[in-house]
């Protein structure tokens, strides 16, 4: 995992690049860089494909290909996903946090079973971060919707 001098470059880099309140002090980064998923795969617990509705990546069948919330909201449902009205920790309840700029999604998130969130930053690490908020106001945009299902039992 990394550490030290890198961590913090990833962090000034992360700012820099369209994260205002990402810091050090309220996430961590906990992987090393992949490309083999993204933050919509990640949001639903896979590890194995990348989620997007346009190029080579995977979809799911029957869900419009588009950048609309409503196709990402689609997509969730295919994996018992369904909506919910905020981000408040729930016990057995496992919950996403939908971002949007501009009307189009851009990124999902999971809550953990502490109450705290992980995201996938794009081909970056996996992070986990305080809030919803922490990820929200640059290149994201906002959380416009929450989903959720039961939690799966280990």
Not at 65 to 93: H, M, P, Q, W
Not at 121 to 126: I, T, V
């Amino acid at each position: 995992m990394p550490g030290g001098n890198l961590m913090g470059d990833w962090f000034d880099l992360a700012k820099e690049k369209g994260f205002p309140r990402l810091t050090k002090s309220s996430s961590r980064i906990t992987s090393t860089e992949t490309s083999r998923y993204n933050c919509l795969a990640w949001a639903a617990n896979v590890e194995n494909r990348w989620w997007w509705p346009y190029g080579d990546a995977w979809w799911p069948e029957n869900v419009p290909r588009t950048l609309d919330i409503d196709s990402l909201k689609a997509a969730y449902r295919t994996v018992g996903f369904v909506d919910c009205n905020d981000g408040l920790l729930e016990a057995d309840i496992e919950k996403i946090a939908l971002y949007a700029l501009n009307s189009e999604f851009t990124h999902a998130a999971r809550q953990l079973p502490s109450g705290k969130w992980a995201s996938k930053m794009g081909h970056s690490h996996d992070i986990e971060h305080d809030c919803v908020t922490t990820v929200e106001g640059g290149i994201y945009g906002e959380c416009v919707a929450y989903m959720c299902r039961r939690r799966a039992i280990d």
